[in-house]
């Protein structure tokens, strides 16, 4: 399938062809690269500490041992997601005032927006949960496509863009293990095909009557498999007034996962505590603690600041609440859950320097959800 762009289009439309040309080729079969392939937006609101407490559809992603929780039938049938940078809004406004068959006049929408992370992410998870056997059984399909953009030199700006456009089958199993009182074991399985494009583009080449042949061409595709494997320990007395402590802990992408000419995926252990407490009858109220990448082996850098998260959740029957910090920034979500429909909010922000704290890439998502 090829995409053309004509000269009559917005110029929003040619801006985006920038980062997502790539993955329309794909996206009816669908930065860098995360461990955690799909970061769900109930984590992601509760600062992404989420391998201790897994006990829904994410759990497939962070910790496969809390598929175990699964105790009757589910399923997602459509759950299209939608995630967006503070500045990118702007930079779509203004796109489209621009004639993007005109040098100057790229260059001069790219200068205003020097030096701020643009941001932009689609994804969809179809899927199907049961309980088989006394486990708790996943299955689905991960489409997803995530773009960033960093517009460097405000002189003669040149626009790094790194994108990765997936489609991965997922399947996981999750068992209380019934010999040993409050343990809980996990593992699931990924087939990740992936398109990648990490190249930079100046003005010239943006405007030219050629780019979308030039984006084709840097195209990367490649893919490959892994497992993830996982564990939780449930200790309801461990801590007075609390009903619940779980441990957790978490190997994803086992092997890495090299993807070929794409961009690979590399393997990463996390742990994790959560506490529950039972409020009333109908509330209650979950804290969770995580550190990412315990062997060094995932994330960049050796800050041990940008590896912690921390976050909390009050749940309710129609709505929930959540807070937390996720590379040392706040984060916050929460969901109208109307049973066979649901919408999920998180904002949270993204370290874009090499410490945390230096600079903040501040992001919004959004997920609507039919099922049962």
Same mark, same amino acid.
């Given at each position: ?80 997601? @939608? $995630? ?6 702007? *930079? #779509?406004?203004?796109?489209?005032? /621009?004639? !993007?068959?005109?040098? &100057? ?5 790219l200068r205003e927006y020097t030096g701020k992370p643009q941001h ?35 002189t003669w700006p040149e626009s790094y863009v790194h994108l990765n ?63 993830? @494997? $996982? ?6 007395? *461990? #801590?007075?007034?609390?009903?619940? /402590?779980? !441990?957790?802990?978490? &190997? ?121």
């Amino acid at each position: 399938m090829k995409i053309y762009i004509q000269s009559g289009f917005s110029g929003s439309t040619r801006f985006l062809c920038v980062a997502f040309l790539a993955a329309l080729f794909f996206f009816g079969t669908p930065a860098e690269s995360k461990a955690i392939l799909y970061e769900g937006i109930r984590p992601l609101g509760m600062g992404n500490a989420f391998t201790a407490v897994a006990d829904d559809e994410n759990a497939v992603f962070y910790n496969p041992a809390g598929l175990s929780y699964i105790s009757s039938f589910s399923i997602g049938v459509l759950n299209p997601r @939608i $995630g967006i940078a503070t500045d990118s809004l702007d *930079l #779509i406004d203004d796109a489209g005032d /621009t004639d !993007f068959d005109v040098t &100057a006049e790229v260059a001069n929408l790219l200068r205003e927006y020097t030096g701020k992370p643009q941001h932009v992410s689609l994804g969809l998870f179809p899927h199907m949960g049961l309980n088989l056997f006394e486990s708790g059984v996943l299955f689905g399909v991960l489409s997803q496509v995530s773009a960033d953009i960093e517009i460097r030199n405000p002189t003669w700006p040149e626009s790094y863009v790194h994108l990765n456009a997936d489609v991965a089958p997922v399947v996981g199993a999750g068992l209380r293990i019934p010999t040993v009182d409050g343990l809980r074991i996990g593992a699931a399985m990924k087939y990740l095909y992936r398109n990648s494009l990490n190249e930079m583009y100046t003005p010239a080449q943006i405007a030219a009557d050629d780019f979308e042949d030039i984006i084709e061409d840097d195209l990367h595709t490649g893919s490959g498999f892994s497992i993830d @494997i $996982g564990a939780i320990y449930e200790m309801p007395e *461990l #801590i007075p007034f609390v009903d619940n /402590t779980r !441990f957790g802990l978490a &190997a994803l992408n086992v092997p890495d996962m090299s993807m070929g000419s794409a961009t690979k995926v590399k393997h990463q252990v996390n742990a994790g505590m959560a506490v529950e407490k039972t409020l009333l009858p109908w509330c209650s109220v979950v804290g969770a603690f995580d550190i990412h990448d315990i062997t060094y082996s995932a994330i960049d850098g050796s800050q041990l600041s940008r590896r912690i998260h921390m976050g909390a959740e009050l749940r309710m029957p129609v709505v929930s609440f959540r807070t937390g910090v996720n590379d040392g920034y706040l984060s916050a979500g929460g969901t109208l859950d109307l049973k066979v429909f649901k919408l999920d909010l998180a904002t949270y922000a993204i370290e874009q320097g090499a410490y945390a704290g230096q600079k903040d890439d501040r992001r919004y998502v959004a997920q609507i959800f039919f099922g049962w």
